[in-house]
């Protein structure tokens, strides 16, 4: 089945830096989601991308859907402690019935 | 509502046990899904309902697990005789379609078979 594959599990950085993560498939999609999920929370939905190529930003977060189809990465810009969590990748292959298929996440922690 | 609203927030049963567990979506949103978190773990895909029809339920891990919707609303997800490697968060999503992928998640059950 489509996997996708984040890693590393766990990143820790200084408050004030940049950090980015990235996310690769095996298999390509036309819609990448990039997810925070909160401890005791479901995940919020940070960014949506439709078009391989694409480059969007929401405030201090910055994604792109890579040209293959195959990948994505997401910045965060200027971390702040509220930035501590868990960060999915999540990609969907749009058909009649098509759901979205998770990575296994990276925790941030951001030290103050 | 205003959100996707799941309970209860937590369950602890005993091993052998049937659960019950119910998400009621945003109104409007005719796709729902459930997806288990195990800890530690990424989101793992259970079953989609467009409507009241699950045209996909390949994720239910056996057949103790089953799902019913009622119309575009409530839905139940169903373990039968839990077992300890049931133990997971039950994260339940809805959407207004299946295509653009923006699902908003419910704050999850927390299941706890002991």
């Known amino acids: 089945g489509q996997q996708l594959n984040q890693s590393p599990q766990s990143m820790f950085i200084q408050e004030g830096e940049d950090v980015s993560m990235n996310c690769t498939s095996s298999?390509?999609?036309?819609?990448w989601l990039w997810y925070k999920q909160d401890p005791g929370e479901g995940p919020v939905l940070l960014i949506a991308?439709?078009?391989?190529?694409e480059l969007t930003s929401n405030g201090r977060l910055t994604a792109q859907f890579g040209i293959t189809r195959k990948d994505s990465f997401l910045n965060i810009s200027a971390s702040i402690p509220s930035d501590v969590g868990i960060y999915f990748c999540?990609?969907?292959?749009?058909?009649?019935?098509?759901?979205?298929?998770f990575g296994k996440g990276i925790t941030l922690s951001v030290r103050p | 509502g205003a959100g996707v609203s799941q309970s209860p927030s937590n369950k602890v049963t005993e091993k052998g046990k049937d659960v019950e567990l119910r998400c009621d979506p945003i109104?409007?949103?005719?796709?729902l899904y459930w997806y288990r978190q195990r800890l530690g773990q990424g989101l793992e895909f259970l079953i989609y309902?467009?409507?009241?029809?699950?045209?996909?339920k390949s994720g239910l891990p056996s057949d103790r697990f089953s799902a019913e919707r009622t119309g575009e609303s409530v839905s139940t997800l169903t373990i039968q005789r839990t077992q300890q490697e049931d133990s997971a968060v039950y994260l339940c999503?809805?959407?207004?379609?299946?295509?653009?992928?923006?699902?908003?998640f419910g704050s999850g059950t927390r299941l706890t078979v002991v």
């Open positions: 309902f467009q409507g009241n029809s699950a045209p996909d």
């Open positions: 298999s390509i999609f036309n819609t």
């Open positions: 109104s409007g949103h005719t796709a």
């Open positions: 991308l439709y078009k391989a190529g």
């Open positions: 999540a990609g969907l292959y749009t058909g009649a019935n098509s759901k979205l298929t």
């Open positions: 999503a809805s959407s207004f379609g299946p295509r653009r992928g923006g699902y908003t």
